[in-house]
């Protein structure tokens, strides 16, 4: 064999190795992280002193959604509305599920990453629309540099039994913690979407036919656990490269490991997490739903070198039957439409087909000012 080919096929060899996710790559014991993982110089995180560690950690807006449901509803609503304009994020206490299903959703997300690589490489599958995906980086198909992430997706799209015995068998109790886990953040999620709508001003009355209700609580929902391994080298990559999450609203659950940064005022700030809460954002669809006064705002994750890390993020979207446009109800002589309508098929595509990083969606969606 010609040296060349010799050089081509041992990188073709690595790249299918990678494909195997970060999980793999580390049970091989590695000290340093192939340059596979190594961002640029501009894009690597700067992981800040111990002295310096103050200020840039982060206390979001906290909402209390006990609160919400009783006499204060107003003045929660009102702090929901400025923490969506603000921040695009928001921590969510006292919502109402219980710690054992919350335990129960971390622990067997654990358990799966730790099972055999052939256990788990089952569910591989490069397919985005796949409804059961084991996959590792950001998008596989088309990252240079890949993050340090693996993770499960789960559609949870109609929970039907059907969909429920393609989820993983192994664990055992996979399949019955996150049905339990996907109907209990259903249920909070459509009742926090009724309030995000009420704090825009759109209440059930002025719903038209066109836009009502039912589109937002009957939307779908994709499960994501992800799984970030411990690093050698964490100051030269990240878990998650800076991204928005595209549907309406993002309900995410994280252990008590911090990672998860922020894009505030222009810095990246690391969000302190508070045991039994969530951390809701504002997806790309809320954005432009509310005809850009709620913001979909970029995030990341580091990993460090002594623990890893697990978190749950419950993405909400309208059904794919929607459109996703700005509500004529946002729309005036002073708010000019913003956005562009689009058509769930064309946004499907869109993410598939590109390097779904920064905001690059809702950019393409801008009307010209
Ligand atoms: O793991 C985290 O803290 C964030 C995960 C995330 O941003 C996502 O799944 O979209
Ligand atoms: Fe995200």
Redesign the pocket.
């Known amino acids: 064999m010609c040296p060349t080919m010799n050089i081509l096929s041992v990188e073709k060899t690595k790249e299918n190795e990678y494909q195997k996710g970060v999980r793999h790559l580390c049970e091989s014991g590695i000290t340093r992280i192939p340059k596979k993982y190594v961002l640029p110089i501009s894009d690597r995180p700067l992981i800040v002193k111990k002295q310096e560690k103050n200020d840039e950690n982060l206390n979001l807006p906290i909402i209390d959604f006990a609160q919400l449901q009783g006499p204060n509803r107003c003045q929660v609503l009102k702090s929901l509305a400025k923490a969506c304009e603000e921040y695009g994020f928001f921590q969510l206490v006292n919502h109402g599920i219980d710690s054992d299903t919350i335990q129960h959703i971390i622990e067997v997300g654990k358990k799966f990453f730790e099972l055999p690589f052939e256990e788990r490489a089952k569910y591989m599958s490069t397919d985005m629309q796949a409804p059961v995906r084991l996959g590792t980086s950001f998008n596989q198909n088309k990252d240079g540099v890949f993050c340090w992430r693996d993770f499960l997706k789960l559609s949870c799209h109609s929970l039907s039994s059907d969909l429920i015995s393609l989820w993983p068998s192994s664990p055992i109790d996979l399949r019955e913690a996150a049905a339990n886990y996907s109907k209990q953040t259903i249920f909070l999620y459509q009742l926090l979407i009724g309030a995000i709508l009420e704090s825009l001003g759109i209440v059930k009355e002025h719903i038209n036919d066109s836009q009502n209700l039912k589109e937002f609580e009957d939307g779908s929902q994709l499960l994501?656990l992800?799984c970030y391994p411990c690093c050698p080298e964490p100051d030269l990559t990240l878990g998650?490269p800076p991204h928005s999450?595209y549907g309406l609203l993002?309900l995410?659950l994280?252990d008590e490991v911090k990672?998860?940064q922020i894009q505030h005022q222009g810095k990246w700030l690391t969000v302190e997490p508070i045991p039994n809460s969530f951390v809701v954002n504002v997806g790309d669809h809320l954005e432009i739903f509310s005809n850009g006064r709620y913001k979909s705002v970029l995030?990341r994750?580091l990993v460090n070198s002594s623990k890893s890390r697990i978190?749950v993020?419950s993405l909400h979207s309208l059904p794919y039957s929607s459109k996703i446009q700005p509500s004529p109800k946002l729309i005036n002589e002073s708010n000019p439409k913003l956005y562009k309508d689009t058509d769930f098929a064309t946004f499907l595509e869109y993410i598939s087909s590109y390097e779904h990083k920064s905001k690059s969606f809702l950019e393409s969606r801008k009307l010209p000012s």
């Open positions: 994501v992800n998650m999450d993002t995410l994280q990672g998860l995030h994750v978190s993020a």
